[in-house]
């Protein structure tokens, strides 16, 4: 079995930026979802910073011993972290769950622009446990740990159940309080990806009160709109969003 590291944040310091993003990857995903288009931005002149999700990028067991509370606290955490390094101006982006956890600073605390990814407006939990079984699938591959051992962990999904349910609350709660997000906001979605992503789109931009925003597919992206076809449009426009702001 290989041994196994919880990821390490990724901090990209422009000592010339004004302005720091705090960019929040995926439910089930790690830091390197989102470590090229820190480096992009960074390369921009923005001082970047990601954070791990507890749990993420280990085992199946360890990641269900945490829940949406906890990433909601690492996410918190990177913002605080980009304040005591002097960051007046904080932007927020995220893909996917690190959507959701963005547009809940946006209406929690000072942001200064928002960008997010494939975000959900609700999820399901068959969708979630989905994502469990194959987390648990591909990191037990990855650790070397037979199909036996595998399908322990993978049991152990269904007793993860008032988690999930905690999981959708927040996405609920995200989306009742909409209104309170005043930053300008870009929402992308990838057109390869399943159609309640567009849904998902058009639905936060509805909500959105100010006219700050704006609301953009991308015909190549599935997912996981930072990697794969596509990817270099997102990042070309994300950068020129958040330079404009």
């Not at 931005?41 to 910073?49: M, S």
């Not at 956890?101 to 989905?130: C, F, H, W």
């Not at 070397?144 to 996405?171: C, M, R, S, W």
Request: with cysteine; proline share 3%.
């Amino acid at each position: 079995m290989i041994n196994i590291k919880a990821p390490n944040p990724i901090f990209l310091e422009h000592h010339e930026a004004e302005k720091a993003i705090l960019l929040l990857h995926s439910f089930t995903g790690t830091v390197r979802d989102v470590k090229l288009l820190a480096s992009k931005l960074n390369k921009a002149g923005f001082t970047c910073y990601v954070p791990p999700y507890k749990g993420h990028g280990l085992t199946l067991e360890t990641l269900i011993d945490y829940d949406v509370d906890d990433w909601l606290d690492d996410a918190i955490e990177g913002y605080q972290f980009l304040q005591d390094k002097g960051y007046s101006q904080i932007n927020v982006c995220g893909v996917s769950l690190g959507g959701i956890l963005s547009l809940k600073l946006a209406e929690q605390y000072d942001i200064n622009a928002v960008a997010i990814m494939s975000t959900p407006y609700r999820k399901s939990d068959a969708g979630l446990s989905g994502r469990l079984e194959d987390y648990g699938q591909r990191i037990g591959h990855l650790l070397g740990l037979d199909q036996a051992e595998i399908d322990t962990q993978l049991k152990q999904i269904p007793n993860y159940g008032p988690a999930l349910q905690k999981f959708q609350l927040l996405v609920e709660n995200v989306m009742s309080n909409l209104d309170r997000v005043t930053a300008p906001i870009t929402i992308k979605y990838g057109e390869q990806d399943d159609a309640s992503y567009k849904t998902s789109a058009d639905y936060i931009y509805n909500q959105i009160q100010h006219e700050q925003k704006e609301v953009q597919g991308y015909k190549m992206c599935k997912h996981l709109m930072t990697h794969g076809e596509g990817h270099l449009e997102v990042e070309q426009d994300i950068i020129a969003f958040f330079e404009d702001y």
